[in-house]
């Protein structure tokens, strides 16, 4: 896969292990893995660019602090993210996919509409966790995807923790 969003992500995949927050190198899913998650959770379309170059550099263990699914099972955790997001009474008509946890009570999203690069998004389950204005659904301080990742990736490569 050509990489156009996250270069340098890429490039220090195969030297993160050597940083103090990181013990082992991002691992990624294959293109067939994620065509297949495709078809599970986005009716066979594709992920929007930088989310599939995320995922094959680092959909398995991303090295960057993102408390994602275990071996990239992304349809497990947008699955069950859903049903824990309408138990609270919330509702998403877009399509969208988690790609974070924080405690089992806020998840990190995106948006699958939004095009090649889209806005981050956290949702809370829990009422404990919404923000300090009461909102259960904001945007993160990041614009797009790819500024979140070179974000975590400056963190790592500084040996700071990711958040």
């Known amino acids: 896969m050509e990489i156009q969003y996250l270069k340098k992500y890429f490039h220090v995949k195969d030297t993160l292990k050597n940083y103090p927050t990181n013990k ?3 691992e990624g899913l294959s293109l067939k893995d994620i065509e297949n998650l495709e078809h599970i959770l986005n009716e066979g379309s594709s992920f929007p660019r930088a989310f599939r170059e995320f995922l094959h550099i680092g959909g398995k263990y991303d ?10 099972l992304y ?6 993210g859903k049903l824990r ?3 609270r009474g919330i509702q998403i008509h877009r399509p ?3 790609y974070h946890s924080f405690e ?3 998840f990190s999203f995106i948006y699958l509409d939004e095009g090649d690069d889209p806005q981050p998004w956290n949702i809370s389950i829990d009422e404990a966790y919404d923000t300090d204005e009461g909102e259960n659904l904001w945007k993160t301080p990041f614009t797009i995807f ?6 975590l990736v400056d963190n790592a490569l500084k040996g700071l923790q990711p958040w």
Do not use: A
């Open 96 to 98: 969208f996919l988690t």
């Open 146 to 151: 790819n500024e979140m990742i070179h974000y």
């Open 104 to 106: 089992g009570n806020v």
């Open 75 to 80: 349809d497990r955790m947008t699955k069950g």
């Open 85 to 87: 997001i309408q138990g």
């Open 24 to 26: 082992w190198n991002p």
């Open 63 to 72: 090295g960057l602090g993102i408390n994602g699914p275990i071996d990239g």
